[in-house]
């Protein structure tokens, strides 16, 4: 994968090794950078560099007084980017290049083990670049990127279990039968509610929800939910006593946002099964999932 930046002095080009554009944390990004000088053309430094993106929409109060001096307090939404350079590299120092010119350098660059993945959430984006600067000083710096993935996988430990605690054990029992909690982009989730009554009463729906959660902490704060519902059953009479299993195949999206968090923003995925309940609030259990972007390296 490249980038190519044509001006009216130079042409800049960036590469990376790997034409999908993949890669896992811990491991090394190696980039050919070209540039070729249509006319004399002098500037400070060039410079390669590993760079992580992340912007995320967050909330803030507004302030406003009119012409008669009556003020007003809005919530309003915007969008912060922060950009850290991981690696750089000088390949250039202070030069003139003179017209004709055409050279090639390489850059490599590990990405950090700890790294978080690339993420096309909603109110949270995160991109890696491979990036080329020529800066010039008293004019704007020419610059070249080419994007690359960041996938992180599962760490391998999944096992089988019921999981999670009814919020009303008064009420009913409830668990998620799961062959494990970590999952992949992609991967379709098998498994089972289980249900054991501790009274009699209606239930007017039984479902799972996978919901992911995008939360932003900065300033006011923000949050973003997207729910997948199935309905496992309409209403249904619960006896206490008698236990109630219902299989369940739900299909994890593909792009979406992993499990994942800085210091600005998290995405967290729950499962939930659920016993809806007419005038009253609904009984329901839930487990914390890890949703990774792809399979092993």
Known sequence: MFNFLKGGKVNLNVAIDRPSGIYYPGETVHVKISLNSEKDLKFQEGRAALLYQEKFQYRSLQHSTDSDGHSETEEVLHWKTNDQEVARQAFLGETNLPKGSAQTFEFAAQIPTSAPPTCPGNIIQVKWLAKATLDRKLFGD???????????????????????????PGEALLSLE????????????????????????????????????????????????????????????????????????????????????????????????????????????????????????
Do not use: H
């Open 178 to 297: 799961l062959p494990g909690t970590e999952w992949c982009a992609g991967e379709t989730i098998e498994g089972r509610l289980l249900i054991s009554p501790q009274k009699n009463f209606d239930a007017t729906e039984v479902r799972v929800e996978l919901e992911q959660t995008e939360w932003v902490p900065y300033d006011r704060g923000n949050q973003k939910l997207n729910t997948l519902k199935m309905k496992l059953a309409g209403k249904t009479k619960l006896s206490a006593g008698e236990n109630l299993s219902f299989p369940f195949q739900l299909s994890i999206p593909q792009p979406c946002s992993p499990t994942g968090f800085t210091n600005s923003w998290s995405v967290s995925w729950k499962l939930k099964g659920i016993l809806a309940r007419f005038m009253r609030k609904d009984t329901a259990a839930e487990v914390e999932l890890k949703i990774y972007t792809a399979g092993p390296a």
């Open 142 to 168: 020419i610059n070249a990127e080419a994007p690359l993935v960041v996938l992180v996988a599962p760490t391998g430990s999944r096992m089988p279990g019921q999981f999670g605690q009814s919020n009303e």
